[in-house]
């Protein structure tokens, strides 16, 4: 099983960046797929998390209204568009997957993880 993530770069504040993760090995429809972060000296925090299916979503409330979680099972990938960032959201973004049933917030929980795409926001 690999989870791929891309599409990190540097941006200024007020931009907007698309990530992707990328499935293989799994069949990709039958994980919800989150999304964490990582900032330097913090812990691994979560960011938001979308449905086998794709109908629901969860967010944390420090990007609620400015990323939106999105997949295409046919591409077996998920996407995380991200606007009006700010330098706060600068960190390593991980994709993970995760067989439950239920939207999955904790990190412990998720049984694959994607090697993570750095994304910097400049002030």
């Known amino acids: 099983v690999q989870l791929q993530a891309s599409g990190g770069g540097l941006v200024q504040a007020g931009g907007s960046l698309r990530l992707s993760c990328a499935g293989s090995g799994l069949t990709f429809s039958d994980y919800l797929v989150g999304w964490f972060r990582q900032a330097p000296g913090k812990e691994r925090e979560f960011v938001a998390t979308?449905?086998?299916?794709?109908?629901?979503?969860a967010y944390a409330d420090s990007v609620k209204g400015r990323f939106t979680v999105s997949r295409d099972n046919a591409k077996k990938t998920v996407y995380l568009e991200m606007y009006s960032l700010k330098p706060e959201d600068s960190a390593v973004y991980y994709c993970a997957a995760d067989r439950s049933q239920y939207l999955r917030l904790g990190a412990e929980t998720y049984d694959y993880w994607g090697q993570g795409t750095q994304v910097t926001v400049s002030s």
């Open positions: 979308i449905s086998k299916g794709g109908k629901n979503a």
